[in-house]
């Protein structure tokens, strides 16, 4: 079972579409990140949210922290086929144990 | 500043052989961590170093061990592999200073005949 459950799992959409995943926990955590990850490279760094309730915009992508902090949110206007990926979230709740969620694969076709 | 990097970025060995990955941290970050990631099972905690002592441990099977240097370069190593084994390997380096933000290298493939 996983620590951070992430939805959909899968998601294939048309460019220009907006999209919402998911990723929630009944652990509270004191910081969540967002990932993106390209085949056969390593996850990039999206955002940190430290704070509950806090919203955070990256261009089209906005994030959002849950009040309570256990789930997180993120929301991609327009979506373009460079948004293509492998999104994985991560919650730690402290600097040495980080837990990850199975990821969102998204398929964005032009 | 130089991100993270591993080495080799491709690997080919059979079943029963041993393998030693190497990483180097980003400049400054004394914390690394090392992730297995396969399409079955994602991304998989293998073991976390800081200033050369393990402070943390996944549920890996003895065959899997680590090591850091005093220079936070750190090195993994498997031994008698098996096929289960073929997976990216990713190494993450972070700075106490972060809000627990890891940042990844670009890993190792490793394929097991």
């Known amino acids: 079972t996983q620590l951070l459950e992430q939805s959909p799992q899968f998601l294939s959409i048309q460019e220009g579409e907006n999209l919402t995943v998911y990723c929630n926990s009944s652990s509270v955590f004191s910081s969540l990140q967002w990932y993106r990850q390209e085949p056969g490279e390593g996850p990039v760094l999206l955002v940190t949210v430290v704070t509950g309730g806090e919203v955070k915009k990256l261009k089209r992508l906005t994030f959002q922290f849950g009040d309570a902090r256990k789930d997180s949110s993120l929301h991609i206007t327009a979506a373009q086929p460079g948004d293509t990926g492998l999104y994985l979230c991560?919650?730690?709740?402290?600097?040495?144990?980080?837990?990850f969620g199975a990821g969102t694969r998204l398929t964005v076709k032009p | 500043k130089a991100g993270v990097t591993q080495t080799p970025r491709y690997l080919i060995k059979t079943r029963g052989q041993q393998v030693t990955l190497s990483c180097s941290p980003i400049?400054?970050?004394?914390?690394v961590s090392w992730y297995q990631q396969t399409p079955g099972q994602g991304l998989q905690f293998l073991f976390e170093?800081?200033?050369?002592?393990?402070?943390n441990k996944g549920n890996f099977p003895g065959r899997f061990s680590g090591r850091q240097f005093s220079n936070s370069r750190s090195e993994m190593n498997v031994s008698t592999l098996e096929l289960g084994d073929s997976a990216l390997y990713l190494c993450?380096?972070?700075?106490?200073?972060?809000?627990?933000?890891?940042?990844f290298g670009p890993g190792t493939r490793l394929t097991v005949l």
């Open positions: 400049s400054g970050h004394r914390s």
């Open positions: 170093y800081f200033s050369e002592t393990q402070r």
């Open positions: 993450a380096s972070w700075s106490l200073a972060g809000a627990n933000e890891q940042f």
């Open positions: 991560a919650g730690g709740k402290n600097n040495n144990d980080m837990r």
